[in-house]
């Protein structure tokens, strides 16, 4: 087998199953060169035993996952929510720094759902921006981009009220793009009549803070979340996508992120393994 | 119980499984004084003898669903898709002209999906805009209005290639707006930042050809174009999007097009009661 794309990551969602450890290491033998980290598994080890632990293995730091959750109205549940977010903000500096060269301090944000009982999107809305605005001064200060993720407009209810790039980038607006960015993901906006538009939009005002990659098929999973598959399985255009995000500029790594309960049946080493291959023939011709 | 609000109209999904006499039947008994039909239970009788039993109904007609899938490459496949269309324009004239004053010559139109093996969305898009244009002449001829219905963006790759209300307008753009409209359906479209502006633009344009509604609801039905709920049970405001219609003059008949397992097992008089009780508390408050 040929070496994986210099440029891809695994994101560690791919392979839920595996803890730190086990992440870490299938990652750095298949020969990808950088992977994107989850809160729950850097947390199982404590924050400075998995900086340690990704020091050690070599790879570059991508993204951590994930903060935001921001809808909950006033009160101590957004609070100890935004609590949470300052952690995830150091979490994401410390990572990155212990992270190998070419590391980037990137921290993906999922806007929340309506909260239980409400109809009012626009205001859960309001509400993410006022909480990114509660956040970036605290980011900036520990150098960390703040990536807001549109996701698939299925999810508006019950995971993120933002549902499309132009809309991320209308919150980031308010913003230094160093502070603020999106993830361009293209499982949520693929099927987005302006995607490309938005894309070059989001180059042009400097908010592309990672690009994320993976495949849509239908029928949809039972449970939606689950319907991510590897790269080239699908119908997605990677071609059109990659193309447009090359143009602006980008030319950091590209994390796969998947999930799916078939891929997470598998052997984390299997599946860095296929997902190095696909990247390869789906995602790599069409990078510089 | 009180008279259901004289501007419902049952689509005849809602109660799939009821034959063209029952659903006719049915919805007369509640006191509704519209039905939008579906093509299959029509064909059943054969057009003429539906024409008749609507027009024996007393029942206003408001939409005939429908037509489309337009996105098949050029071929033998797409004429006869084409011809199919053709037909439907026939059959929505003529139960138009049956049902009683105030019915509405509108047939629904659903883009289609990837075909087989494409991934090139783009190119699928511009053959509904080009099926489009082969069938306007013919609906202008009949008197009917095309409308371009948006669906769900979790549906585009299988269903439709039109996912947004500012898609399906800059479609109908390149017409007259008697001939080709929209279909705005809250189900489809609640979750688009741009949905209000979009509706004053339907408005503005005079392309709101049908506005039909139903509720969003989580987590999904495991086949999710069954997904579809009673007004008032799920998480769509039914309020600022109803205004928004009302605002731009839109005074005709609104439809209540449930997809759902659940429903389609009930008796079918007993869903018409409740479509007109939930709709009477969650859509009539709203309208002037």
Redesign the interface.
């Known amino acids: 087998m040929t070496a994986p794309d210099p440029r891809l990551s695994i994101n560690q969602a791919t392979i839920k199953h595996a803890d730190l450890a086990t992440a870490l290491r299938v990652t750095a033998e298949a020969g990808v060169q950088a992977i994107g980290l989850w809160r729950e598994p850097v947390n199982e080890v404590g924050l400075d035993e998995a900086a340690r632990m990704l020091a050690d293995s070599g790879l570059r730091f991508t993204t951590h996952c994930r903060g935001g959750f921001f809808t909950l109205p006033v009160g101590p549940e957004r609070e100890a929510a935004l609590d949470d977010n300052r952690r995830a903000i150091e979490e994401t500096a410390t990572l990155a720094a212990a992270g190998a060269e070419g590391s980037t301090a990137v921290l993906v944000l999922v806007a929340g759902g309506?909260p239980p009982g409400?109809?009012?999107?626009?205001g859960a809305?309001e509400r993410v921006r006022d909480a990114v605005g509660a956040l970036a001064p605290e980011a900036e200060a520990a150098g960390v981009t703040l990536a807001i993720e549109p996701l698939?407009?299925?999810y508006?209810?019950?995971r993120a009220v933002v549902?499309?790039l132009?809309?991320a980038l209308?919150i980031a607006a308010d913003f230094d793009p160093e502070v603020v960015g999106a993830a361009v993901d293209t499982f949520h906006i693929?099927?987005?009549?302006q995607v490309l538009d938005q894309i070059a939009r989001a180059g042009r005002e400097g908010r592309i803070a990672t690009y994320q990659v993976c495949d849509?098929?239908?029928?949809?999973a039972?449970?939606?979340l689950l319907s991510r598959h590897y790269t080239g399985e699908?119908?997605?255009?990677f071609g059109?996508l990659t193309r447009a995000v090359v143009a602006t500029g980008y030319d950091r790594d590209i994390e796969v992120e998947i999930f799916n309960a078939d891929v997470w049946a598998d052997a984390p080493d299997r599946v860095v393994r296929h997902t190095a291959e696909t990247f390869a023939s789906a995602v790599s011709p069409h990078l510089p």
Chains 1, 2 share one sequence.
């Open positions: 309506l409400s109809r009012d999107l626009i809305r698939h407009p299925m508006a209810s019950d549902s499309t132009g809309q209308d693929w099927w987005d009549p849509w098929k239908t029928p949809l039972a449970d939606v699908g119908v997605i255009d059109s």
